[in-house]
Structure formats: structure tokens, C-alpha cells
């Protein structure tokens, strides 16, 4: 097991290039989500010249619609949802200057060229984990497209969020190399 | 002849729709602390480690396991001695689903129109699926599907002239292609054989399946445990990071089918596979 890094958002150029991939990362400060009809908002809004609900610089984004909070808490349960729905938006946010998502499973081809040209960091949370997630959010404010429900965006305050680098900004691949060390197909 | 009132299907349907979510199956828990035994990965390890952690907060604080609560699927076995009154039985069971979700605080997942994509505020309407039995019970599975799993399954129309070597391959090229997306260790349903509707039907049943619990067809069970020891060869392992923990279980269901065909279906569950059961009984009609 690597050793474990501490990182403070926002998530600068220097901060991501020292980040490999297979690194086990606690994210501390201001994060933001945004799942499915967000992306498309979003890209929608860029695509017409409207302003984005953040600056997308050296920012994170969580892919994640939470359950609702139930009293006393900050958050409902929060683990990531799968990032392959977002491949077909990410490429023009992380073109505005996002560096850093995190979510669970495969990429595309074309997300991972946008994180290499551009310089990203693809990040897995546990997936499935959601109430355990949940305890490292401080706190969760709506933000934009409270019409969206759970899948409105929000900025999120996290405390040792532990996620782990599966594609770095040189675009290894963690599901590659760890697929291939196990495999015996 | 029996009778049962709406009201006692609703409450009912409510119920297993939060403790479905807030209370994974010990099945599912003794199939992590095997996998933990028997994953090589440190890291496959250490995921196992914090999903037993994560079930246990979800069980004890009566939270969600998962934000995604799914979209609620049941299994509706209705003796056909028994009259529903009050109301109609899909009503109550979407009532049911309705204050379940709202009491439970679980996600609403469910958008009215696939194209128009407007979220229906309530999880509502649920996947019901009805088998009218003999007898006077009313027997209800509630089984909430997240899509992350959902997502990477597949159907393939085999020819019979692939035989069983080529339904089993087809088996586990969806579950190589899905890789780290449906949250691993899955639970892997199949449904092999009947009309294409009916393959998919079958693989879902499968999911509902305990851990553990072999198809009690010897021959058919044998076919389980290759699939699974072949898609644990993957190398997926526990979240995709790596490992030899893909699948918990491969539970494989079959029908019989038309002498052209050779339907099979693949449906993944997360290691979040939920589903909670009760048996409502009739009373004498008033």
C-alpha cells in the first residue's frame, strides 16, 4: 500500500503532475457534484456562451446524486456513480481547466487524451460505499439546478475524503495494470 | 376464498423498501469475509474491508448503503384465493414504494419519460412483476436495482449451435466488459433458454437468489461454479482496481425454449444486491 497523501483543493497544475497513478490521496476543501443532467446543463450553458454554476479552474468534480439528508445530517449517503456516462461531457470541462474528477469505473479513449493534453487526474472512490462516504462531507450547499433533485450541483466542504488515482495525468491506468496482474484468462 | 386489505400492502411494500436498503443480506456479508480470506490483492482486501464497514454503518445508523436506492423492482406471488380489497393491488404497491421512499429519505431515481427525462419526485412507478399461485397468501420481494449494475448487462440470441460453451462465453465477456462499472464483487444472473423476454426475467430472478445457494440441479450447479471460477480469472477484482474477488456468486437459471434459439441474458447486481421478502396472510372474507 502507498503511502498516503494529503491534498487541500483547489487542485493546481504542480499539485496534479507529482499525483501517479495507484496513489492514495485524502482530499481536503471545497469540491463540487454533478452527475448526468448536470453535465449536459453544463455543457449546454458553455456551448451558449452562459456562464458555468463555478469556474471550472484547477476544480474538482464529484459524480455523485446523494440520498437526502435525513435531520442532523449534513448529507444523505454519497458514493460515486459511474463516470462512463459522464465521458461524452468531460473532455470540454476539463478543456475549461476542471483537474480533477472523481467517480467509479471506465473512461473513454477521448477523456483520457483530454486529461493528458490538458492536465486532469481521474480519481475512484468507493464505489457502493455510500454512508461510509458520507461521513467525510462537512458540508453540502445546492449551488445550481435545484430542479435536478439529487443530481442538482452542489459545493460540497470534505475532510479526508480517501480516493485513489486510477488514471494519472500521463494517463496510466489503474483498472489496466491491476486487470492485467491478477488475470489468468 | 381470503381476503387482504390494500392498506396492509402498502405498509407493507413501505417497509421492505427501507430495510431492502438499510440492511444488506448476511449472504452477501459471509460471501465478503470468504473473499477476504481468499482475495490475494492488498488493495482487493481493503476494499472488501470497507464495504463489511460501510454496511455495518448503513445497518446500525439507518442509513442507505448506497445513494443509488434503485428503482424499485417486486416479485408479486398472489394466491388466487385471495381478494384484494380497498383499492387496487399495482396502486398500493406504487403507494407502498411512494412512502417508502419519502419515510426512508432514499433517492428518487425515476424519470417519467426516458426521452423527456423529468424525474417523477417519488421513485414511482416500480417494475412489477406478477405470478398468480394456488393458495390464499399474498407473497411480496422487494428487490431495488441500482443502474450502475443494471447498466452493463446483456442479452445475446445464441444460436443452439453455440452450445453451452458459447453461452458461457458470452457470460463472461459481459462481465469482462463491464469491468470496475458495477461496483465488484457482483453478483452475476443468468437466464438461459424460454423467449428473450423471459432469458432476461430469469437472469434477474437469479440476482434475488442467496449467496451460496447453488441451482439445485446438479448440472446446472456445476455450470455455476465454472462460470464463476472463469470470471474470477478476470482479474477485475474488488472495485476493478485488481484482484481475483470479480464475483461473489454466478446463479444461473434456465427454461425451456424454442428448437431455433438459445436466449441468454446476463443481469449484474452490485455487491449491493438488495431484497427483502414477507408473506402477507388472508383473512376470512368479511
Redesign the interface.
Known amino acids: 500500500?502507498s503511502e498516503i497523501i494529503r491534498i487541500e483543493t483547489p487542485l493546481t497544475q504542480k499539485r496534479l503532475k507529482s499525483l501517479k497513478v495507484g496513489d492514495n490521496v485524502l482530499l481536503n476543501g471545497v469540491i463540487y457534484t454533478g452527475r448526468d443532467?448536470a453535465h449536459k446543463k453544463m455543457v449546454e450553458a458553455l456551448e451558449q456562451g452562459e456562464d458555468l454554476p463555478f469556474a471550472m479552474e484547477d476544480q474538482i468534480i464529484y459524480f455523485?446524486?446523494?440520498?437526502?439528508?435525513?435531520e442532523g445530517?449534513v448529507i444523505?449517503?454519497?458514493?460515486p456513480?459511474?463516470s462512463?456516462r459522464m465521458d461524452a461531457y468531460s473532455p470540454k470541462l476539463i478543456a475549461r481547466g476542471l483537474t480533477g474528477m472523481i467517480g467509479?469505473?471506465?473512461r473513454s479513449p477521448d477523456v483520457i487524451e483530454a486529461m493528458k493534453k490538458h492536465g486532469a487526474v481521474y480519481f475512484?472512490a468507493?464505489?457502493?460505499?455510500?454512508?461510509?462516504i458520507?461521513?467525510c462531507i462537512v458540508s453540502a450547499e445546492v449551488i445550481a439546478y435545484p430542479e435536478?433533485?439529487?443530481?442538482a450541483v452542489r459545493r460540497l466542504v470534505v475532510k479526508d475524503f480517501p480516493v485513489?488515482v486510477i488514471i494519472d495525468h500521463d494517463g496510466n491506468n489503474?483498472?489496466e495494470?491491476?486487470?492485467?496482474?491478477?488475470?489468468?484468462? | 376464498m381470503k381476503e387482504i386489505l390494500v392498506e396492509e400492502i402498502i405498509s407493507a411494500v413501505e417497509n421492505l423498501c427501507i430495510e431492502a436498503n438499510y440492511n444488506l443480506g448476511s449472504d452477501i456479508m459471509a460471501g465478503f469475509n470468504q473473499a477476504l480470506k481468499d482475495e490475494r490483492s492488498p488493495l482487493g482486501r481493503e476494499v472488501l474491508e470497507r464495504l463489511i464497514e460501510n454496511a455495518e454503518i448503513a445497518q446500525e445508523e439507518r442509513v442507505p448503503m448506497c445513494q443509488d436506492t434503485g428503482m424499485a423492482v417486486l416479485f408479486v406471488s398472489i394466491g388466487q384465493d385471495l381478494h384484494v380489497v380497498g383499492g387496487g393491488l399495482t396502486e398500493a404497491i406504487n403507494e407502498g414504494v411512494r412512502r417508502g421512499y419519502d419515510k426512508g429519505y432514499l433517492r428518487k431515481s425515476v424519470v417519467k419519460d426516458p426521452f423527456e427525462r423529468v424525474n417523477t419526485g417519488d421513485n414511482t412507478p416500480a417494475v412489477i412483476h406478477y405470478d398468480i399461485v394456488p393458495g390464499d397468501e399474498l407473497h411480496l420481494i422487494v428487490a431495488p436495482k441500482g443502474f450502475g449494475s443494471e447498466n452493463m448487462g446483456g442479452l445475446k440470441m445464441c444460436k443452439p449451435s453455440e452450445g453451452l460453451e458459447g453461452a458461457m462465453q458470452f457470460v463472461v465477456d459481459t462481465v469482462d466488459r463491464a469491468g470496475g462499472n458495477p461496483c465488484p464483487p457482483i453478483i452475476v444472473g443468468v437466464g438461459v433458454g424460454g423467449t428473450m423476454e423471459k432469458a432476461t426475467f430469469l437472469a434477474k430472478k437469479g440476482l434475488l437468489r442467496e449467496v451460496g445457494i447453488h441451482n439445485p440441479e446438479k448440472r446446472l450447479a456445476n455450470i455455476e461454479k465454472e462460470l464463476l471460477n472463469r470470471v474470477n480469472r478476470l482479474g477485475i477484482g474488488p472495485q476493478g482496481f485488481g484482484g481475483v474477488t470479480t464475483a461473489l456468486a454466478v446463479n444461473l437459471e434456465v427454461y425451456p425454449t424454442h428448437i431455433a434459439g438459445m436466449p441468454v441474458a446476463v443481469n449484474i447486481g452490485c455487491h449491493a444486491t438488495r431484497h427483502k421478502e414477507i408473506t402477507l396472510q388472508g383473512r376470512a372474507c368479511q
Open positions: 500500500m443532467a455523485v446524486g446523494p440520498t437526502p439528508a435525513k445530517q444523505g449517503s454519497a458514493g456513480t459511474t462512463g467509479k469505473g471506465l475512484g468507493i464505489g457502493g460505499a455510500g454512508a461510509l458520507a461521513k435536478l433533485g439529487p443530481e485513489m489503474l483498472y495494470i491491476g486487470k492485467a496482474q491478477y488475470r489468468r484468462a
